[in-house]
């Protein structure tokens, strides 16, 4: 069996993200980018997929910044390879350009299973492996929880709404939307992931601008969140604070009487 | 006469046969460990130690009520080895033996009897030491919980044997003239003249048979000691010779590599050196923080399981020391040998390498127990996610690198930035110092009074990264080394004569750890600072009055043995300081070390070791409890409030109290804000 599992880069959101003078980007200039943490839940499932049974696991990004760090990761885990696709990549790339990307080279591939991130902080709405499923004319399935394999089929968990757990069953191949893996997503040591860097692994595959498709939108303006009002604390004794909480209930007409 | 030298040398020859054997086969197992480099440098040093630790006896000194009889039985022994000698030439030789060159003196038959005495009495002390302190009834508080009571016993009835047959046997001497010695042998003529009423005939039997029984006990003891952990009368000379200088604790050693140690060979052969040394003598376990808050760590019980280790495997590890390195299949020691609970449980506080009088280095095979697990990933949830924080953002605490140095913003100033100007001191801020909001007000107090002292500091601002002080002894060998290289590069990239920290921990790693990657500057610890300002009258201050103690930090006082310079600030500030009992290189651990601030602090049987310290300074009826150090504030500030002495005794940190003891003239406008926005 062979896994492909798609990452990529977000940044760190404890950094303060600023946005660019024409408004339609975030500031990367000196953003911190890291891996997006439910891709990380995806490879962890793939690890553990390949870990159950035979498998050969495949992680592929797109060429961003400080990718290296995270395919060297991935293969210190145990991937078995690790492919950057390179081209003319700057800026933010949706889902739509993304999924492209990623299709025009899986498309050159054999695989069973991607495995991808259910949703990224710039992917809310989780569109990715729906997009990749249809682009590559595969089944897709999302918000997995737990993925087995076999024979062809693949079960898959899925959690929705109200803590409900279904178990699908779909042919192979497909595409899976990973919301957590099995286990949390397991720890690689430095050096490991250094020794990794020393022996090279990633491979470079360079996609053309053309399959990029017809730009589907174009992107106008982004809008910094405004603070909301903050947090009122109520100091006293808890009496006064409690005719304080009463009054409040009772001016925005919670309570009656 | 032939009766003796036969039945003698018969004796001997099985003795010496036995233990030798025993001997060869520890050396071998020994020889298996891994490589130790530099444990034989600076010969004259490690002769000086042999001195000191061993002759001299120091560390078991420390605690007079067990360590003057030790001294004393070890004394004696070396003293009574005359009379071994004697004995066998009394035996093998002639009855009339004397010693070549040295005869029989009176004063060498006095000195003789003398320690006979003095041991006998030892050994009846230590008997009245083990019976108080007996583990069956006073369980996990007694030193000798978990070590093997029942050889101990033997092994002081043995020695209470080989006392009396050789002075039964001068005894009988004396009485068939056989004795050298004259009636300053006090002892054995006293003895003799009880037994002269029993005839020439009985005392000549007597004198054969206690002589012989003399020599079959000294052998027995001496068979007996080579296979049991009594061994360190011969090995604790040679532990402590290979031990390191000057002090056990130190720089941590990475012998295994990065990956550390997995197996019982990967761990170099001065721990396998350590484990069958150790005396189980429990001195480790009874200063050991973990341990007394009922965590399954016993530095005693972890040696004791890995020298168990160590047998279970020997069949690998004799083929191993005889060069076939590659005969491996030794088991995995954790979990199979060591629990991982154990090792997690460790503060690196290095109070067990302290009190451990043979010099064993515990904390250097928990971390190399550690690094293997986290080769492996095992670790917990809330440690690796400040592994990953420090690996992305270079702090603890996930936040962002470039807001390390917002603290500076509510100072009336801006500090200098040492990476576009020359200053002198360079301020190694650290984390808790920098991202934790307590404890930036601290570092706020700190920025003022150094500025309105004149002091030519400056910081690297976001350049600094974590010192990794923690991480390395976490074991993340391969992540401590990437935030040296960054720190060494934002050092090179600024100008300062010297380094000086706030945090304890990062001062121990930049002073002993990074001159190893090239770190060539003087480092400092903000207590060094305030105490060489304060003689200078560059703060001045008006006396306090207060009767206050203070905490030393482990890594301040016990690894680095600063103790004084805190001490001298609070005498500069007119403070009355009262020694906690546990004070110095004695300092009990707040149980924050060692990354224990990044794991879960489930609570163990016993109490918080941080807990446990604030009841210590409330016997002393004091008002304030001084620290020293930013992860102490925070651990003693909450175990002030969870004990409910919070009203009673304040947590102050030393800069705290110079703010507070400043004259109002040298405060400048600016600083004053500062210091009024600190904790009060
Ligand atoms: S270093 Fe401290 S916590 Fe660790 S074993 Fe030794 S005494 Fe116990
Ligand atoms: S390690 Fe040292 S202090 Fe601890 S029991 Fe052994 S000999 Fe005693």
Redesign the interface.
């Known amino acids: 069996m062979r896994i492909v599992v798609a990452v990529k880069q977000i940044p760190?959101l404890?950094?303060?993200l600023e946005l660019t003078a024409d408004g339609t980007d975030v500031d990367r200039e000196?953003l911190?980018m890291?891996v997006n943490e439910f891709d990380d839940q995806a490879l962890e499932e793939g690890l553990c997929l390949k870990e159950a049974g035979d498998a050969e696991l495949v992680v592929v990004a797109l060429d961003e910044p400080d990718v290296d760090q995270t395919l060297h990761a991935a293969l210190a885990k145990g991937a078995d390879a690790a492919i950057k696709l390179t081209g003319a990549l700057t800026g933010w790339i949706d889902s739509h350009r993304r999924a492209a990307l990623l299709a025009s080279w899986l498309s050159g591939q054999s695989f069973d299973l991607v495995l991808t991130g259910v949703q990224a902080a710039d992917d809310l709405d989780g569109q990715l492996p729906g997009l990749l499923g249809a682009q590559l004319e595969v089944p897709h399935i999302s918000v997995a929880v737990r993925v087995e394999a076999e024979d062809g089929m693949a079960k898959v968990w899925q959690e929705l709404a109200g803590g409900t757990v279904v178990v699908d069953e779909v042919r192979l191949p497909a595409v899976i939307g990973v919301q957590a893996a099995r286990q949390?997503p397991?720890?690689?040591?430095?050096?490991?992931?250094?020794q990794a860097q020393q022996s090279g692994g990633i491979t470079e595959v360079e996609v053309q601008a053309a399959e990029l498709g017809t730009e589907q939108f174009a992107l106008r303006r982004l809008v910094a969140p405004e603070a909301a009002g903050h947090a009122e604390m109520l100091a006293g004794g808890a009496g006064e604070v409690a005719d304080r909480i009463v009054e409040l209930l009772r001016a925005k007409g919670l309570v009656r009487s | 006469m032939t009766v003796r030298i036969v039945v003698a040398a018969l004796l001997t020859a099985a003795g010496l046969a036995l233990a030798g054997a025993r001997l060869g086969r520890l050396a071998l197992l020994v020889r298996a460990g891994a490589p130790a480099p530099g444990r034989t440098r600076r010969a004259l040093r490690r002769l000086g130690a042999e001195v000191v630790e061993v002759i001299g006896q120091r560390k078991l000194l420390k605690r007079p009520q067990s360590g003057i009889p030790h001294a004393l039985t070890f004394w004696g022994f070396i003293i009574l080895l005359f009379t071994i000698v004697e004995a066998y030439g009394d035996a093998l030789w002639s009855k009339r033996f004397a010693i070549p060159g040295i005869g029989h003196s009176a004063a060498l038959g006095f000195i003789e009897d003398l320690f006979i005495v003095v041991v006998l009495l030892a050994v009846a002390t230590f008997s009245v030491i083990r019976l108080v302190d007996a583990p069956a009834r006073r369980q996990r508080r007694s030193r000798f919980y978990g070590s093997h009571t029942g050889v101990a016993w033997v092994t002081l009835a043995m020695i209470a044997v080989v006392m009396l047959t050789l002075v039964g046997y001068r005894a009988a001497q004396a009485n068939t003239g056989d004795f050298p010695y004259g009636s300053w042998a006090f002892f054995s003529h006293g003895l003799g003249d009880l037994l002269h009423p029993l005839g020439r005939g009985v005392n000549s039997v007597l004198e054969t048979v206690l002589l012989l029984l003399n020599v079959a006990a000294i052998m027995g003891f001496l068979v007996f000691v080579t296979h049991s952990k009594h061994l360190h009368i011969f090995l604790a000379p040679i532990n402590v010779a290979f031990s390191r200088r000057p002090r056990a604790l130190g720089a941590l050693e990475v012998t295994s590599g990065?990956?550390g140690a997995e197996r019982i060979y990967d761990l170099s052969w001065k721990h396998l050196l350590d484990y069958v040394t150790c005396t189980e003598c429990g001195r480790c376990q009874a200063a050991c923080p973990a341990w007394s808050a009922g965590k399954p760590l016993s530095p005693k019980l972890l040696v004791m399981s890995l020298r168990d280790g160590m047998f279970a495997s020997a069949g690998t590890l004799l083929r191993r020391g005889m060069g076939d390195r590659s005969a491996g299949d030794a088991p995995v020691l954790v979990p199979n040998v060591i629990d991982p609970d154990v090792i997690w449980s460790c503060t690196t506080c290095g109070a067990c390498v302290e009190q451990c009088p043979v010099d064993i280095e515990h904390v250097d095979a928990i971390v190399d127990l550690r690094r293997s697990q986290?080769?492996q990933?095992n670790?917990e949830?809330s440690l690796?996610d400040a592994?990953?924080a420090i690996?992305?953002?270079g702090n603890s605490f996930?936040?962002?690198?470039?807001m390390r140095a917002r603290w500076t913003r509510q100072l009336g100033f801006t500090p200098t930035d040492a990476r576009k100007e020359p200053v002198r001191y360079l301020w190694f801020v650290g984390d808790f110092a920098s991202f934790d909001e307590r404890l930036a007000d601290l570092s706020r107090v700190l920025a003022g009074l150094l500025y309105d002292a004149g002091v030519d500091f400056g910081l690297l601002y976001e350049a600094e990264r974590n010192a990794g002080n923690d991480v390395r002894r976490v074991g993340?060998?391969?992540?401590f080394?990437?935030l040296v290289e960054h720190n060494m590069a934002a050092f090179a990239g600024a100008q300062f004569d010297t380094i000086f920290t706030t945090d304890p921990h990062s001062f121990n790693t930049l002073r002993n750890e990074y001159p190893a990657f090239g770190l060539d500057k003087p480092v400092l610890h903000y207590s060094e600072l305030l105490a060489e300002l304060l003689a200078s009258g560059a703060i001045p201050v008006e006396p306090l009055g207060r009767r206050v103690t203070y905490h030393d930090p482990c890594y301040l006082g016990r690894h680095n043995r600063i103790t004084d310079a805190p001490r001298r600030v609070l005498r500069s500030l007119g403070c009355e300081l009262v020694e906690m009992p546990r004070h110095g290189v004695n300092t009990f651990c707040c149980g924050a070390g060692g990354g224990r601030i990044w794991m879960a602090d489930e609570p163990g049987a016993g109490e918080r070791p941080s807990e446990s310290r604030i009841r210590e300074a409330m016997a002393l009826g004091v008002d304030r409890f001084v620290v020293a150090c930013p992860k102490d504030f925070t651990m003693y500030s909450d175990a002030a409030k969870t004990t409910g002495y919070d009203d009673r005794l304040q947590v102050i940190d030393l800069v705290q109290l110079v703010a507070e003891a400043r004259t109002a003239k040298s405060r400048s406008r600016d600083a004053a804000a500062a210091v009024a926005s600190a904790p009060a």
């Open positions: 760190d404890v950094e303060e000196l911190k890291v949390a397991r720890y690689v040591s430095i050096s490991r992931i250094r | 990065t990956a986290v080769e990933g670790m949830p690796q592994l990953q690996a992305v953002q996930g936040k962002s690198e470039r993340e060998e391969g992540l080394q990437m």
